[in-house]
Nanobody, 126 residues
Framework: DVQLQASGGGLVQAGGSLRLSCAAS????????IGWFRQAPGKECEGVSF????????HYADSVKGRFTISSDNAKNTVYLQMNSLKPEDTAVYYC???????????????????WGQGTQVTVSS
């Protein structure tokens, strides 16, 4: 079975840091583009960051640029999202996704088309 498991969320004060992990089973990240998305209460899902494994290029939403970093450890088949200088508006359930470059880019533009598994809750208190 192909599975992605996001973890690492929690409660943190504003200005703090968290590192989210996304462990894959049933496939290898080498062959896919990987993205992090989030959905805050009462809001639509939005893209946070993605990495194209073809050239290891990365992209970030303007709201997290300079604060979040996406990385991968292919030996562990795990993708990370290092989140620093967290703000209350970062509070959301965070999901990871892996797909072809074309499909992930479409999901980036139209995140409401995504079908999400179990994410990890990040809560930032002010």
């Amino acid at each position: 079975d192909v599975q992605l498991q996001a973890s690492g969320g929690g409660l943190v004060q504003a200005g703090g840091s968290l590192r989210l992990s996304c462990a894959a089973s049933g496939f290898t990240f080498d062959d896919y583009a990987i993205g992090w998305f989030r959905q805050a209460p009462g809001k639509e899902c939005e893209g946070v960051s993605f990495m194209l494994n073809s050239d290891r290029s990365t992209h970030y939403a303007d709201s997290v640029k300079g604060r979040f970093t996406i990385s991968s450890d292919n030996a562990k088949n795990t993708v990370y999202l290092q989140m620093n200088s967290l703000k209350p508006e970062d509070t959301a359930v965070y999901y990871c996704a892996a797909d072809t470059k074309e499909r992930l880019l479409r999901l980036w533009v139209f995140p409401t088309e995504g079908t999400w598994g179990q994410g990890t809750q990040v809560t930032v208190s002010s």
